[in-house]
C-alpha cells in the first residue's frame, strides 16, 4: 500500500473515481495492477502474481487484512503454513487468470481472490472432515456464505476484481479438498478408497483449471467473450441504471480500457473443456 501510495505521489483519488481511498489507476498500473493489454500483448506475465498483492485503497487493504486474520490466522494454526500458504498463492494465481480471461479491458488489483480461496477451502475441509467437527458446522456455513457474498458485493466496485474473486473461491474449493484432508479412525475402508478418489480428482482439476487458464490465455482461438455482462459483474456503477440528472457514487470508466481489443477470442468448447473438466471433477465428486 505504501508503494502504491508513493507511486501515486501519495495522492487520495477523487472517491468518484476510486471509493476505496487509495490512489489513481496509474499510480495502481504502475504499481502492478491487472491490465490485459500488458500481460497479453507486451508480456507482463508477472502482473498475474502482483495483481493481488496491491490494493485499491485503505477499505479496500482493512477487507483483506480481516479476512486473512478471521480465516486465514486459524487455518495456518490448524493446519499449518505448508498447506496454508498453496491454497492462497495458486487461488490467487488462478483468480487473476480467470479475470484476464474474462475482463481483460478492466483494471484490477486486490488480495480478495486470494483470502477467498482461504474461504473456498474451508468449504472443501467442510465437505472432508464434517464427521470429525465438534464446533456447529451449519454456523460455520453459514458465516462463510455471509462473508463470501459481502467479498462479491464489494467486488463490484471499481479496481476490486470480481471475477478474480471467483475464481480464487473455485481454485480453493478444489485445494482444500485436496489438501485438508484429516485421518478419521471411523471410516471403513471403502469410504476411505472413495476420500481418496475424490481429493485426487480435486487435485487434477485444480491442475486442469491452472493449465487451460494458461493455454486460453496465451492461445489465438477464435470465438466470442460475453463483454458486456461480465464487465457488469465486476464492477457496477451505483445507483444502477441510466436516469439522467443523477450522480453516481461511483464510475467505471477509469478502471475499463475501452481502446484495447483483446485477441483473447475463444470459444466456448475449448474454454469448458479446460474449466468444466476442473469443476466437474473437483466439486461435482464432493
Known sequence: ????????????????????????????????????????????????????????????LFLAIFGLIAFGWGMEKEWGWMRVAPIYLIGGLFGELLSTMIVPTTVGVGALG???ALFGAEWGDIAQNHRLYQRSVIKQTITLVLFMFMCMFVGLLPFIDNWANVGGTAMGILLGTAILVREDPALSQARKRIQNFVRMAAAIGALAMVI?????????VHGEWCGEACEALDCQEFPVGNAT????????????LYGFTSYLQVSAPFVGSGLGLGLVLGLGLC
Open 212 to 220: 487451460a487458464g494458461f493455454a486460453v490465455l496465451y492461445t489465438n
Open 1 to 60: 500500500m505504501v508503494w502504491t501510495f508513493s507511486n501515486g505521489e501519495w495522492k487520495v483519488e477523487n472517491i468518484h473515481v476510486n471509493p476505496m481511498l487509495g490512489p489513481s489507476v496509474e499510480a495502481l498500473i504502475d504499481s502492478g495492477a491487472k491490465r490485459g493489454d500488458l500481460i497479453i500483448q507486451d508480456g507482463e506475465g508477472w502482473r498475474l502474481v502482483s495483481a493481488y498483492w496491491i490494493h485499491a485503497g485503505l477499505i479496500h
Open 114 to 116: 486470494a483470502v477467498l
Open 245 to 256: 440528472g443523477i450522480d453516481k457514487w461511483w464510475y467505471c470508466s477509469d478502471c475499463r
